[in-house]
T-cell receptor
Framework: DTGVSQDPRHKITKRGQNVTFRCDPI?????LYWYRQTLGQGPEFLTY????????KSRLLSDRFSAERPKGSFSTLEIQRTEQGDSAMYLC????????????FGPGTRLTVL | AQRVTQPEKLLSVFKGAPVELKCNYS??????LFWYVQYSRQRLQLLLR??SRESIKGFTADLNKGETSFHLKKPFAQEEDSAMYYC??????????????FGQGTTLQVKP
């Protein structure tokens, strides 16, 4: 499968724990996006990278959230001290720099915070 | 404020009936508009974009700047069209980020 992959697909954690998600974009794509989707809502933009540089962060991304893309390939999204309100589907997408509006989405990681 | 509104959570039609999924947007500038679709147990995927002015799977969408709308239409619905549809916008070439702003989504249910 040469599409965007995300790991894990599901994560259940207790409030206060830290979690980390991974996204592997399509190999030739240099842009990588993170979105969050809660029940009944459309995806909401969190942040994006061009190669290893994080170029924009949403106000939704509180200090407890951090994202990295150290070598311009895969990316990680870490949530520290999780809260029940963090329960959501976390989606990753990638695109080329020139066709940045055609984003290819991964299957998502569903986070449940108990 | 940048916003996309899809007023219908659910649209239910019979096979062969025309379909119109509504989308209105608010954006100061010249946005690019898209429709993304998510079929059951599949990932979100791009259906069409306004700049392409193409028909995909029989669907078309016209950008109406006066009414700030980008409604998705199909003359004859098929059962395989049943899915969740999201309207989305980006800032276009002026912003160059590719950040997408999505509506809440409309579930299209095509009954046999």
């Amino acid at each position: 499968d040469t599409g965007v992959s995300q790991d894990p697909r599901h994560k259940i954690t207790k409030r206060g724990q830290n979690v980390t998600f991974r996204c592997d974009p399509i190999s030739e794509h240099n842009r990588l996006y993170w979105y969050r989707q809660t029940l009944g809502q459309g995806p909401e933009f969190l942040t994006y990278f061009q190669n290893e540089a994080q170029l924009e962060k949403s106000r939704l991304l509180s200090d407890r959230f951090s994202a990295e893309r150290p070598k311009g390939s895969f990316s990680t999204l870490e949530i520290q001290r999780t809260e029940q309100g963090d329960s959501a589907m976390y989606l990753c997408a990638s695109s080329t720099r020139t066709s940045y509006n055609e984003q290819f989405f991964g299957p998502g990681t569903r986070l449940t915070v108990l | 404020a940048q916003r996309v509104t899809q007023p219908e959570k659910l649209l239910s039609v019979f096979k062969g009936a025309p379909v119109e999924l509504k989308c209105n947007y608010s954006y100061s500038g010249s946005p690019e508009l898209f429709w993304y679709v998510q079929y059951s147990r599949q990932r979100l995927q791009l259906l069409l974009r306004h700049i392409s002015r193409e028909s995909i799977k029989g669907f078309t969408a016209d950008l109406n700047k006066g009414e700030t709308s980008f409604h998705l239409k199909k003359p004859f619905a098929q059962e395989e069209d049943s899915a969740m549809y999201y309207c989305a916008l980006s800032g276009g070439r002026s912003s160059n980020t590719g950040k997408l702003i999505f509506g809440q989504g409309t579930t299209l249910q095509v009954k046999p």
